[in-house]
């Protein structure tokens, strides 16, 4: 029998094509008799639905695979509840809840923020109050010093003008004196938490204030616009002059007396002693009706038996022309005087009573020191 020939087994068909790289150097292939790996089935295995997972060449660590061969994340799954009608009331009723309980705690917390922030407020304004106190009895304490400074000078001027001489010095004087307290002194002062009867008497104080200066202002400008006049009233008292004159003329009814201004004031008297042969003018030329007439001063014997429209001219007193006339300068002066006199000193009359502000400065000094304490 012949022998048969054995068929030659190609192994590299048998065993595969495959090979396994290296990362450098030649392919060297696999190793034979291994058995090929196994694939596990479901559930282990990939399924139908999912992508094939890439295939990671385990002997290349520095094998690399492309973005859209990357394993897929998974997302979370949501998960929904179900609420009945109840719970879901009952959460709407608990969220009102707590919204009421936020509002009343914002409120409780706005009240106690404000009676706290108002106690502060309050606090400060008392300190505010003391502080402006202590200033305003300091600023009354310098007015009064002018008010007193002020009443010296007018006691001085008025002795003067009774002495019948013209106050020149406490003219000047009264120039340089201002009371310095005035409405505005009281802004900014917390008056508001003063009693209110210093309140009053500060309104009072600083009306007054503001009427003494005034009064100052006006008398010095009074002294010092009619000094002529008020010299020659002055002079009156020492020296005095016949300024009026009266005639004699025939009225409705009988003889009546006229007044008539001289033209030229004449002494009542001179010093004996420097001029012994004074005596009064004896006629005075007198203008009326664009004409002028020579008119004799009566002497003696019947005034009423003069010539016809030639009257005798009779001089009149003076102290009784003062009594009667007074110059309007002096009523003026006097006038005023007396008025700033009152403010000063204040009005003692009964059922007038009026305090001035020399008194008034020295009893508010004393409260407002008093302000804030025990």
Same mark, same amino acid.
């Given at each position: 029998?012949?022998?048969?020939?054995?068929?030659?087994?190609?192994?590299?068909?048998?065993?595969?094509?495959?090979?396994?790289?290296?990362?450098?150097?030649?392919?060297?292939?696999?190793?034979?008799?291994?058995?090929?790996?196994?694939?596990?089935?479901?559930?282990?295995?990939?399924?139908?639905?999912?992508?094939?997972?890439?295939?990671?060449?385990?002997?290349?660590?520095?094998?690399?695979?492309?973005?859209?061969?990357?394993?897929?994340?998974?997302?979370?799954?949501?998960?929904?509840?179900?609420?009945?009608? =109840?719970?879901?009331?009952?959460?709407?009723?608990?969220?009102?809840?707590?919204?009421?309980?936020?509002?009343?705690?914002?409120?409780?917390?706005?009240?106690?923020?404000?009676?706290?922030?108002?106690?502060?407020?309050?606090?400060?304004?008392?300190?505010?109050?003391?502080?402006?106190?202590?200033? *305003?009895?300091?600023?009354?304490?310098?007015?009064?010093?002018?008010?007193?400074?002020?009443?010296?000078? #007018?006691?001085?001027? %008025?002795?003067?003008?009774?002495?019948?001489?013209?106050?020149?010095?406490?003219?000047?004087?009264? @120039?340089?004196?201002?009371?310095?307290?005035?409405?505005?002194?009281?802004?900014?002062?917390?008056?508001?938490?003063?009693?209110?009867?210093?309140?009053?008497?500060?309104?009072?104080?600083?009306?007054?204030?503001?009427?003494?200066?005034?009064?100052?202002?006006?008398?010095?400008?009074?002294?010092?616009?009619?000094?002529?006049?008020? =010299?020659?009233?002055?002079?009156?008292?020492?020296?005095?002059?016949?300024?009026?004159?009266?005639?004699?003329?025939?009225?409705?009814?009988?003889?009546?007396?006229?007044? %008539?201004? *001289?033209?030229?004031?004449?002494?009542?008297?001179?010093?004996?002693?420097?001029?012994?042969?004074?005596?009064?003018?004896?006629?005075?030329?007198?203008?009326?009706? @664009?004409?002028?007439?020579?008119?004799?001063?009566?002497?003696?014997?019947?005034?009423?038996?003069?010539?016809?429209? =030639?009257?005798?001219?009779?001089?009149?007193?003076?102290?009784?022309?003062?009594?009667?006339?007074?110059?309007?300068?002096?009523?003026?002066?006097?006038? =005023? *005087?007396?008025?700033?006199?009152?403010? #000063?000193?204040?009005?003692?009359?009964? @059922?007038?009573?009026?305090?001035?502000?020399?008194?008034?400065?020295?009893?508010?000094?004393?409260?407002?020191?008093?302000?804030?304490?025990?």
């Amino acid at each position: 029998m012949a022998e048969e020939k054995k068929p030659k087994i190609d192994l590299k068909s048998r065993l595969g094509k495959k090979t396994v790289s290296a990362p450098s150097g030649p392919t060297i292939p696999p190793p034979v008799g291994l058995p090929r790996p196994a694939v596990p089935a479901p559930p282990f295995g990939s399924s139908p639905s999912q992508p094939a997972r890439p295939a990671v060449d385990a002997s290349n660590p520095y094998a690399a695979i492309s973005a859209d061969q990357a394993p897929a994340r998974s997302e979370p799954q949501a998960i929904k509840i179900e609420m009945t009608e =109840e719970v879901v009331a009952a959460q709407k009723k608990g969220r009102a809840k707590v919204v009421v309980l936020a509002a009343i705690t914002a409120v409780i917390g706005g009240l106690i923020g404000y009676a706290f922030g108002g106690s502060l407020e309050r606090g400060k304004s008392a300190e505010a109050a003391v502080t402006g106190a202590e200033e *305003l009895a300091k600023e009354v304490q310098d007015a009064s010093s002018k008010i007193d400074e002020l009443a010296e000078v #007018l006691k001085s001027a %008025q002795g003067k003008l009774k002495d019948s001489k013209y106050p020149d010095e406490e003219v000047q004087k009264l @120039g340089a004196i201002d009371i310095p307290f005035k409405g505005a002194n009281l802004t900014g002062k917390g008056i508001g938490r003063f009693k209110a009867d210093i309140v009053t008497m500060l309104i009072s104080f600083a009306s007054g204030a503001h009427e003494a200066n005034e009064g100052k202002d006006k008398i010095r400008s009074l002294l010092t616009g009619a000094k002529p006049a008020i =010299e020659d009233v002055l002079a009156q008292q020492t020296t005095p002059k016949v300024r009026w004159a009266t005639y004699i003329e025939n009225g409705p009814g009988g003889p009546w007396m006229s007044m %008539q201004a *001289l033209p030229e004031p004449f002494l009542v008297a001179k010093d004996k002693e420097k001029d012994k042969n004074y005596k009064w003018p004896d006629d005075f030329k007198l203008a009326q009706g @664009g004409k002028t007439f020579t008119l004799k001063r009566y002497s003696s014997g019947d005034p009423t038996k003069a010539k016809a429209g =030639e009257p005798y001219i009779i001089p009149v007193n003076p102290q009784t022309q003062n009594a009667v006339c007074p110059s309007d300068v002096a009523t003026r002066l006097q006038r =005023e *005087l007396r008025g700033l006199e009152e403010v #000063l000193r204040g009005d003692k009359t009964p @059922g007038a009573e009026r305090d001035g502000l020399i008194d008034m400065g020295a009893t508010l000094a004393d409260k407002l020191k008093g302000v804030g304490r025990p």
